[in-house]
């Protein structure tokens, strides 16, 4: 079973992915977030500050990362997101904005035609995304937004945007046929659902994986790409 695990910002995909990686036995795949490729890609700039030129560069990034994990895991495994999302996510950027918290003055030509041309980029980095997500995953799982966007610091999305970047998605598994339940409810229900669905065989008890999956999230660094940046500055430079 290939089974991906879809929706927007801040729906809980990484714990459900965690915990339904324990509970089945089937290996998880991920791809580096953006606040851990920032650092690496565009040292000292934070997402809100990204040009569309460097939102397509990390969006390639992930993707690479992304499709080279599954490749090693060819008998089944549980994604955390999919080639779909970052492909997602820039095009909804083009509606509400490169940086959503912002205001988008279209009057300022430049603007506008930068914004123009990393839409038809976007149209074409669809092929490839569609191409693979219909070609490696079986299943979709799909979490709704089901609670409010947690405030982070770090990504400048919105309201409007998760719910264009959830419709996209949906959508798009539509045009795609690719099969996909939402699953809603708390982590235990939305387990057992996703087995349920999908005929899984637990290999460890609700209870276990989900304990699993928080002592294995705790351990995420969710310092900003700044701070990792000076960090990582200060150990190259061995701490001098």
Same mark, same amino acid.
């Given at each position: 079973?290939?089974?991906?695990?879809?929706?927007?910002?801040? *729906?809980?995909?990484?714990?459900?992915?965690?915990?339904?990686?324990?509970? %089945?036995?089937?290996?998880?795949? @991920? @791809? /580096?977030?953006?606040? !851990?490729? =920032?650092?690496?890609?565009?040292?000292?700039?934070?997402?809100?500050?990204? %040009?569309?030129?460097?939102?397509?560069?990390?969006?390639?990034?992930?993707?690479? !990362?992304?499709?080279?994990?599954?490749?090693?895991?060819? +008998?089944?495994?549980?994604? $955390?997101?999919?080639?779909?999302?970052?492909?997602?996510?820039?095009?909804?950027?083009?509606? *509400?904005?490169?940086?959503?918290?912002?205001?988008?003055?279209?009057?300022?030509?430049?603007?506008? !035609?930068?914004?123009?041309?990393? @839409?038809?980029?976007?149209?074409?980095?669809?092929?490839?995304?569609?191409?693979?997500? /219909?070609?490696?995953?079986?299943? &979709? *799982? +799909?979490?709704?937004? !089901?609670? #409010?966007?947690?405030? $982070?610091?770090?990504? #400048?999305?919105?309201?409007? &945007?998760?719910?264009?970047? $959830?419709?996209?998605? =949906?959508? %798009?598994?539509?045009?795609?046929?690719?099969?996909?339940?939402?699953?809603?409810?708390?982590? #235990?229900?939305?387990?057992?659902?996703?087995?349920?669905? +999908?005929? =899984?065989? #637990?290999?460890?008890?609700?209870?276990?994986?989900?304990?699993?999956?928080?002592?294995?999230?705790? =351990?995420? $660094?969710?310092?900003?790409?700044?701070?990792? @940046?000076?960090?990582?500055?200060?150990?190259?430079?061995?701490?001098?």
């Amino acid at each position: 079973m290939k089974l991906a695990i879809a929706g927007t910002y801040s *729906v809980g995909k990484t714990l459900t992915t965690m915990a339904l990686a324990h509970l %089945t036995g089937l290996p998880r795949s @991920a @791809a /580096k977030t953006m606040r !851990e490729l =920032l650092p690496i890609s565009i040292p000292g700039k934070t997402l809100e500050e990204c %040009t569309p030129a460097e939102l397509i560069m990390l969006i390639m990034r992930r993707n690479q !990362e992304r499709a080279v994990n599954e490749s090693h895991l060819s +008998h089944g495994f549980v994604s $955390d997101g999919s080639s779909l999302h970052e492909w997602a996510y820039g095009t909804v950027r083009v509606l *509400v904005g490169i940086n959503p918290n912002e205001s988008v003055d279209l009057e300022n030509v430049k603007l506008a !035609e930068d914004i123009r041309f990393y @839409a038809a980029v976007l149209e074409q980095m669809a092929v490839p995304a569609k191409q693979h997500a /219909k070609a490696s995953y079986d299943a &979709f *799982v +799909h979490l709704p937004i !089901e609670f #409010p966007l947690v405030p $982070d610091g770090h990504r #400048p999305v919105n309201e409007r &945007f998760r719910y264009l970047a $959830d419709r996209l998605m =949906l959508d %798009t598994l539509d045009e795609l046929g690719i099969p996909y339940h939402s699953v809603g409810g708390s982590v #235990p229900e939305r387990l057992e659902k996703i087995i349920d669905i +999908h005929g =899984l065989t #637990p290999r460890v008890s609700v209870e276990e994986a989900i304990a699993r999956a928080e002592r294995e999230y705790a =351990l995420i $660094d969710t310092s900003s790409e700044l701070d990792r @940046a000076a960090v990582g500055m200060s150990v190259s430079s061995g701490g001098r």
